[in-house]
C-alpha cells in the first residue's frame, strides 16, 4: 500500500530567492525534481496565519514538503475537511485516529495525520506539523509514519480538520488522499 524509496541524503543551497511558501515556487536546489532524501534538520520558519486553519495547515505541509525535499505541493482537499474535524472532534472523547478507524465519516482519505491536545490552532500548525515532518524517512510505519503520509507520492491531496475542546484543548486532523 505505501511505496518506499531507496533513499540517500542530499545537502542542498539555500533558497534561491523563490516563494519559499509551498507554492511550488522556484529553488535553484530543486531544478532536477524531488530529493531523494529531506535537508536534514531542515526546519522553514512558518508562514503567517491567514485566519482560515484548514488553509494554513496546508500551507505549511506544502512548504516542509517544498523548502525541505523539493516535494510537489499537495492540493487543498476540502471536500474532506468537515470529515476531518468531525475526525478531530470524535477522537477529543476517544484516542488518536479513532473516527478514522471507525469510519465515521467520508470522504476520510486513505492516510490519516493526528495532533491530539494541542494548545492552539497556531501551535499545531507550526509545532505538530514540524515534529511530524522531522521523524523523516524510514521503514518502520509506526516511527515516521506521519513523514511518511506527508511524503506518499500517492497522495495529492490533503484536507485538515480541527476542533477545540470545552478546556481548550486543540485537536487536529490531516487526512490524506
Given at each position: 500500500?505505501?511505496?518506499?524509496?531507496?533513499?540517500?541524503?542530499?545537502?542542498?543551497?539555500?533558497?534561491?530567492?523563490?516563494?519559499?511558501?509551498?507554492?511550488?515556487?522556484?529553488?535553484?536546489?530543486c531544478e532536477d525534481g524531488p530529493l531523494a532524501a529531506p535537508i536534514p534538520d531542515c526546519s522553514p520558519a512558518p508562514l503567517p496565519s491567514t485566519g482560515d486553519p484548514a488553509a494554513d495547515c496546508v500551507a505549511r505541509i506544502n512548504q516542509l514538503r517544498w523548502e525541505c525535499q523539493c516535494l510537489p505541493p499537495l492540493a487543498r482537499w476540502t471536500e474532506g475537511e468537515s470529515c476531518a474535524s468531525m475526525h478531530a472532534e470524535h477522537?477529543?472523547?476517544?484516542?488518536?485516529?479513532?473516527?478514522?478507524?471507525?469510519?465515521?465519516?467520508?470522504?476520510?482519505?486513505?492516510?490519516?495525520?493526528e495532533c491530539?491536545?494541542?494548545?492552539?490552532?497556531?501551535?499545531?500548525i507550526s509545532g505538530c506539523l514540524q515534529?511530524?515532518?522531522?521523524?523523516?524517512?524510514?521503514?518502520d510505519f509506526a516511527a515516521h509514519g506521519h513523514?511518511?503520509?506527508m511524503t506518499n507520492p500517492d497522495f495529492g491531496?490533503?484536507?485538515?480538520?480541527?476542533?477545540?475542546?470545552?478546556?481548550?484543548?486543540?485537536?487536529?486532523?490531516?487526512?490524506?488522499q
Amino acid at each position: 500500500m505505501l511505496s518506499l524509496l531507496v533513499l540517500s541524503l542530499v545537502a542542498c543551497g539555500d533558497d534561491d530567492g523563490g516563494s519559499g511558501g509551498g507554492d511550488g515556487g522556484t529553488r535553484g536546489d530543486c531544478e532536477d525534481g524531488p530529493l531523494a532524501a529531506p535537508i536534514p534538520d531542515c526546519s522553514p520558519a512558518p508562514l503567517p496565519s491567514t485566519g482560515d486553519p484548514a488553509a494554513d495547515c496546508v500551507a505549511r505541509i506544502n512548504q516542509l514538503r517544498w523548502e525541505c525535499q523539493c516535494l510537489p505541493p499537495l492540493a487543498r482537499w476540502t471536500e474532506g475537511e468537515s470529515c476531518a474535524s468531525m475526525h478531530a472532534e470524535h477522537d477529543s472523547t476517544r484516542s488518536p485516529h479513532a473516527g478514522f478507524g471507525d469510519g465515521i465519516c467520508s470522504p476520510g482519505g486513505f492516510g490519516q495525520n493526528e495532533c491530539p491536545g494541542w494548545g492552539s490552532v497556531d501551535d499545531t500548525i507550526s509545532g505538530c506539523l514540524q515534529l511530524m515532518w522531522d521523524e523523516g524517512p524510514g521503514e518502520d510505519f509506526a516511527a515516521h509514519g506521519h513523514y511518511l503520509n506527508m511524503t506518499n507520492p500517492d497522495f495529492g491531496e490533503v484536507a485538515c480538520g480541527f476542533f477545540t475542546t470545552p478546556d481548550g484543548e486543540v485537536w487536529a486532523v490531516q487526512n490524506f488522499q
